[in-house]
C-alpha cells in the first residue's frame, strides 16, 4: 500500500528483519489481497475489544492537576456506554531470540541514502506501566545513542572519563 514511500519501506524493512514469527512484522496497511477478505462484523469485533477503556493508557505531560485531569476523563468516559470487557488473550508466538535478518539493502529512487537501526530484546513479558517504562526506557537509551544530540552526549561522556 505504501510501497514508493521511502520512510514507510525503511521503517518496515527494519520490521521484517528483526523478526520471524511474530506479526508485527506484517505491515499494519495490509495488501490487497490481505484487506479483501475483512468484513464490517471483523472490523466492529476489533473496535469492541480493543477500543475500550480497560485496554487504553492515558499519559499526560505538562503543569496540569492530574486529579482534575482523571476527574475530566471518568466524568467523560461515565457518559459513554460500555460492555464488560473480557480479559483479552493473545496466543504465544514462539519468535527466535536472534534477528531474522542483519542488513538488506533495497534500491530505491530517493535523494540521499536512508538508514534504520534496530534492536530486538527478549519478549519482556511486561504490561501497563512496566511495559511503558521499559519502552521510554529503551527510547531514551536509544536517543541518547543514535538521536540529534548523540555527537554531544559521546564527547561530554568522552571529555568526562
Not at 521503517?11 to 495488501?31: C, K, S
Not at 511503558?132 to 544530540?149: A, D, P, R, S
Request: hydrophobic share 35%; proline share 7%; charged share 25%.
Amino acid at each position: 500500500m505504501y510501497d514508493d514511500n521511502p520512510d514507510w519501506r525503511l521503517f518496515f524493512g527494519l520490521i521484517e528483519n528483526l523478526y520471524q514469527e511474530h506479526p508485527v512484522r506484517i505491515d499494519i496497511a495490509g495488501t490487497v489481497e490481505s484487506i479483501a477478505p475483512i468484513t464490517k462484523d471483523h472490523l466492529y469485533e476489533c473496535y469492541e475489544t480493543f477500543y475500550h477503556p480497560s485496554n487504553m493508557l492515558l499519559f499526560v505531560v505538562g503543569p496540569v492537576d492530574p486529579k482534575q485531569i482523571l476527574d475530566q476523563v471518568r466524568a467523560n468516559q461515565a457518559k459513554k456506554p460500555f460492555t464488560d470487557q473480557p480479559e483479552i488473550k493473545r496466543k504465544d508466538i514462539n519468535e527466535p531470540e536472534g534477528v531474522y535478518r542483519k542488513e538488506y539493502e533495497l534500491p530505491m529512487n530517493v535523494q540521499g541514502s536512508k538508514c534504520m537501526f534496530g534492536l530486538k530484546t527478549k519478549n519482556p513479558h511486561k504490561k501497563g506501566n512496566q511495559l511503558l517504562k521499559h519502552e521510554l526506557g529503551m527510547n531514551l537509551i536509544l536517543e541518547t545513542l543514535f538521536g540529534k544530540k548523540a555527537p554531544y552526549n559521546m564527547n561530554r561522556c568522552m571529555k568526562r572519563a
